[in-house]
């Protein structure tokens, strides 16, 4: 791994039968970059994702966060990153305080210092106040920011963020942006998926844009706008020919 390289990937592949959901991809991230796989569902990000962060294996090819491969070391890679899922895995039975100390048990964080993260972890996503409420009584928006303040009760180096605001009123999808954007502020490694525009050019250093499992391009939006004169719509337009919120 270089020096300043969080992540890096080659010949990534990811295979489901006769499906390729990952064709044969190359990527590098930087420490401390907020980095945007950008597409429509089933270009192949959230698979890439989950090989990041070791839920799954990839079918071939290489790739190693932390300098660590993800197949061989995935114990040591999780202890060090947080994930916030795309879909809402909070336990419906436990409380918005409850889930981040049950959680906190996967790293072996100890009650009091669990106890101390999650108040001042839901102090910072604006949750106290709901801190004994079930889960079952908050709104979306609360779901996806109590989502974020679990995935930093290990307090990662690198964040996943699988579509970070899908669903979200636009209230709430600024509060998610700000908070992003105070993480990267302070040197966390941000990965994400979206197919917001607007949320690959507030947040991202770089994108790359996927289709049909495979990188068509990877730049800063700014560049790639003014590569293509257009927006992130018209760019994927271009390269794709196809819309990316059709």
Not at 51 to 57: A, D, L, N, Q
Not at 66 to 87: A, C, S, Y
Request: charged share 25%; glycine share 8%; proline share 4%.
């Amino acid at each position: 791994m270089s020096d300043m390289n969080v992540i890096e990937a080659k010949g990534l592949t990811k295979k489901y039968g006769e499906l390729t959901a990952v064709n044969t991809i190359d990527f590098q991230i930087s420490a401390s970059e907020c980095f945007g796989f950008l597409g429509p569902n089933g270009a192949g990000k959230t698979t890439v994702m989950g090989i990041i962060h070791c839920f799954m294996p990839p079918t071939s090819g290489d790739v190693s966060v932390f300098g660590m491969n993800v197949t061989k070391q995935p114990g040591e890679i999780k202890h060090r990153l947080g994930v916030m899922p795309q879909d809402n895995n909070l336990d419906p039975d436990l409380s918005v305080y409850e889930n981040l100390i049950v959680y906190a048990r996967y790293f072996d964080i100890a009650r009091k210092e669990a106890s101390r993260r999650a108040r001042r972890l839901l102090d910072y996503v604006e949750l106290i106040d709901k801190s004994r409420v079930n889960i079952k009584d908050l709104s979306g928006g609360m779901k996806r920011r109590l989502l974020l303040a679990r995935a930093l009760m290990n307090e990662p180096e690198l964040m996943i963020l699988d579509e970070p605001t899908t669903g979200l009123d636009p209230h709430s999808r600024h509060s998610v942006w700000d908070q992003m954007n105070d993480l990267k502020s302070r040197g966390i490694t941000l990965v994400l998926t979206t197919h917001y525009m607007e949320e690959a050019e507030r947040l991202c250093d770089r994108v790359a844009i996927m289709d049909s499992g495979r990188i068509v391009a990877i730049d800063s939006p700014a560049s790639l706008m003014n590569k293509y004169e257009g927006n992130l719509e018209g760019v994927y337009l271009q390269l794709t020919g196809r819309n990316l919120n059709a």
